[in-house]
C-alpha cells in the first residue's frame, strides 16, 4: 500500500459490462482522490479514477461524506459508462449542496432560486404596470391638450351667434 513514485501515466478504463469493447484514456498521476483519501492502492482499473482527479481531493472528500465510497462505486457500476460523468457531476453538486445546507440541501438552493425569481417576476409586473400608466397619463394629456387647443382659441368668432344674411 504505498506509493512507488510512479510518473504520469495513462491509464485504460473499459466497461465490462457494455456491448461496445471502446475504452477511454485518462491522464494518470497516482492514486486518484478517492483512493488517496481512503488509503488505498489505486489500479488502472480504479472506476473511480476518471471522475476524482487527484488535483481535486475535496471533490471526492464531500461526496464520501455524504454517499460514502461503497455507494458511488454501487451506482457508477450501474450506469453506462457515457453517463457516468454527468452523474459524478451531480453527486458531487448535490454533497455540496448538502454539506452547506444539511437541512434542505439542493432543494434549499432551488427554492432560494424560486424565490429570487418571484421576486423578480413581481417586480417586473410592477414595472410593466408602471410604464402602461405613464404611457395612458401621457395619451391622456396629449388628448387634453388637442381637444383644449382650439376649443381656447374660438379668435372671437362666435359662429353659432353669427347670423349670415
Same mark, same amino acid.
Given at each position: ?8 501515466k ?6 465490462a459490462?457494455?456491448s461496445s ?13 478517492? *483512493?488517496k ?23 471526492f472528500?464531500n ?9 458511488i462505486?454501487k ?5 453506462p459508462?457515457?453517463?457516468?460523468s ?10 455540496n449542496?448538502r454539506i452547506?445546507?444539511p437541512v434542505?440541501? *439542493?432543494?434549499?438552493?432551488?427554492s ?6 418571484n421576486?423578480?417576476q ?5 414595472a410593466?404596470?408602471?410604464?402602461f ?10 388628448q387634453?391638450?388637442?381637444?383644449s387647443?382650439w ?6 368668432l362666435?359662429?353659432?351667434?353669427t347670423?349670415?344674411?
Amino acid at each position: 500500500m504505498e506509493n512507488t513514485g510512479e510518473t504520469t501515466k495513462p491509464i485504460a478504463v473499459s466497461n465490462a459490462t457494455s456491448s461496445s469493447s471502446s475504452s477511454v484514456v485518462y491522464p494518470f498521476q497516482g492514486p486518484c482522490a478517492a *483512493c488517496k483519501f481512503l488509503r488505498r492502492r489505486c489500479s488502472e482499473s480504479c472506476i473511480l479514477a476518471p471522475y476524482f482527479p487527484p488535483t481535486d481531493p475535496m471533490r471526492f472528500i464531500n461526496a464520501h461524506k455524504v454517499y460514502g465510497a461503497s455507494n458511488i462505486v454501487k451506482f457508477l457500476q450501474e450506469l453506462p459508462e457515457s453517463k457516468r460523468s454527468d452523474a459524478v457531476s451531480s453527486m458531487v453538486y448535490e454533497a455540496n449542496a448538502r454539506i452547506r445546507d444539511p437541512v434542505y440541501g *439542493c432543494a434549499g438552493a432551488i427554492s432560494h432560486l424560486q424565490k429570487q425569481l418571484n421576486d423578480v417576476q413581481a417586480e417586473l409586473a410592477m414595472a410593466q404596470a408602471e410604464i402602461f400608466i405613464m404611457q395612458s397619463q401621457k395619451q391622456q394629456q396629449q388628448q387634453n391638450y388637442n381637444g383644449s387647443f382650439w376649443g381656447d382659441r374660438n379668435l372671437g368668432l362666435d359662429f353659432e351667434s353669427t347670423q349670415w344674411e
